[in-house]
């Protein structure tokens, strides 16, 4: 499998990318501590080997982005990352998927603490046809979390930066909500429980420029307290909010496509230093 190490040598060359990095995105010097620990993880839908010999640490409070083409695996690996697949006829899982060194797959693991724990978002907003209270107050009355909920709700609002907007017309159907704001209503009911872990699955691929900043500038916020893994097909927006990036293409080499990971870096160095010239093909738009 070519799989490029975590901080392996970049070549010299400095690739020329069509976009700006966001100076935000500096590392820090010192290692975070990994919440995700990924080894050799293939996933399979029946037959199908969907993703093959994954192996990545995905650090906390720092957002990482996962990019790549159509049907690399992007979205099925982020689902492996809170158990989402469990209910796919045929999802099976090899190798370790570790999550603060435990093993989300191993027996005794309970699929509905994960889910507490890792939250996810999907790519078109999914409000309930609810109130707004009701959407985001509905996983803490579930969780029997009900001591304070004004409370609880107008935080995951304004965590959200939703509240200003909202607060005059909660008992309002979520529904009439515009997409921009729905899918910050579902970050708002993501995040209303406090899970550790929040996966963006292309949160702002539906919605129009000036919605999308605003998501960007939430994840920006969002970050001092949560992990955040963001698919995205937006290379730009990758460069703008991740700090890793991930960049995920099809491999044919076994005479099966399959999903793989090519190289993982900071997001600096994989757009402007890839050391693998997929990658530089891909950032470059060369690629396809
Ligand atoms: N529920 C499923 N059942 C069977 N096969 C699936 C299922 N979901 C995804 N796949 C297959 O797994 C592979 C990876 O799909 P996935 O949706 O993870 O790709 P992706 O990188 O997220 O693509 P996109 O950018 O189009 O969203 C594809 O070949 C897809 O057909
Ligand atoms: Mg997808």
């Given at each position: 499998m070519a799989l490029s190490p975590v901080g392996a040598e970049a070549p010299s060359r400095t690739t020329s990318v069509p976009f700006a990095i966001d100076a935000r995105q500096s590392m820090s010097p010192e290692p975070a501590e990994a919440v995700f620990d990924l080894r050799d993880v293939s996933i399979y839908y029946g037959d199908a080997l969907a993703v093959r010999g994954v192996t990545m640490t995905i650090p906390k409070n720092v957002i990482t982005a996962i990019i790549g083409p159509s049907g690399c695996g992007k979205s099925t690996i982020v689902r492996t990352l809170n158990r989402m697949n469990d209910s796919v006829p045929g999802f099976r899982v090899s190798g370790l998927v570790g999550y603060h060194g435990q093993s989300l797959y191993a027996g005794g693991v309970d699929p509905v603490e994960v889910r507490r724990r890792i939250g996810m978002v999907f790519q078109r907003p999914n409000p309930f046809p609810k109130s707004i209270y009701d959407n985001i107050a509905w996983a803490p009355r579930?969780?029997?979390?009900?001591?304070?909920?004004?409370?609880?709700?107008?935080?995951?609002?304004?965590?959200?930066?939703?509240?200003?907007?909202?607060?005059?017309?909660?008992?309002?159907?979520?529904?009439?909500?515009?997409?921009?704001?729905?899918?910050?209503?579902?970050?708002?009911?993501?995040?209303?429980?406090?899970?550790?872990?929040?996966?963006?699955?292309?949160?702002?691929?539906?919605?129009?420029?000036?919605?999308?900043?605003?998501?960007?500038?939430?994840?920006?916020?969002?970050?001092?307290?949560?992990?955040?893994?963001?698919?995205?097909?937006?290379?730009?927006?990758?460069?703008?909010?991740?700090?890793?990036?991930?960049?995920?293409?099809?491999?044919?080499?076994?005479?099966?496509?399959?999903?793989?990971?090519?190289?993982?870096?900071?997001?600096?160095?994989?757009?402007?230093?890839?050391?693998?010239?997929?990658?530089?093909?891909?950032?470059?738009?060369?690629?396809?």
């Amino acid at each position: 499998m070519a799989l490029s190490p975590v901080g392996a040598e970049a070549p010299s060359r400095t690739t020329s990318v069509p976009f700006a990095i966001d100076a935000r995105q500096s590392m820090s010097p010192e290692p975070a501590e990994a919440v995700f620990d990924l080894r050799d993880v293939s996933i399979y839908y029946g037959d199908a080997l969907a993703v093959r010999g994954v192996t990545m640490t995905i650090p906390k409070n720092v957002i990482t982005a996962i990019i790549g083409p159509s049907g690399c695996g992007k979205s099925t690996i982020v689902r492996t990352l809170n158990r989402m697949n469990d209910s796919v006829p045929g999802f099976r899982v090899s190798g370790l998927v570790g999550y603060h060194g435990q093993s989300l797959y191993a027996g005794g693991v309970d699929p509905v603490e994960v889910r507490r724990r890792i939250g996810m978002v999907f790519q078109r907003p999914n409000p309930f046809p609810k109130s707004i209270y009701d959407n985001i107050a509905w996983a803490p009355r579930i969780l029997g979390l009900k001591h304070d909920l004004d409370e609880r709700v107008e935080k995951a609002l304004r965590d959200a930066a939703l509240w200003d907007e909202v607060k005059d017309r909660l008992r309002s159907s979520a529904l009439r909500l515009s997409g921009g704001q729905q899918q910050r209503l579902c970050i708002a009911r993501a995040i209303a429980i406090e899970p550790e872990v929040l996966l963006l699955d292309e949160p702002a691929s539906a919605l129009d420029p000036v919605a999308t900043m605003s998501i960007e500038d939430l994840m920006q916020d969002l970050k001092r307290t949560y992990t955040i893994v963001i698919v995205t097909h937006n290379m730009q927006q990758a460069a703008r909010v991740a700090e890793r990036t991930a960049f995920f293409s099809l491999d044919v080499s076994e005479g099966h496509r399959a999903g793989i990971l090519v190289e993982y870096a900071d997001t600096a160095t994989l757009f402007t230093r890839p050391a693998d010239p997929r990658t530089r093909d891909y950032v470059t738009g060369r690629f396809g």
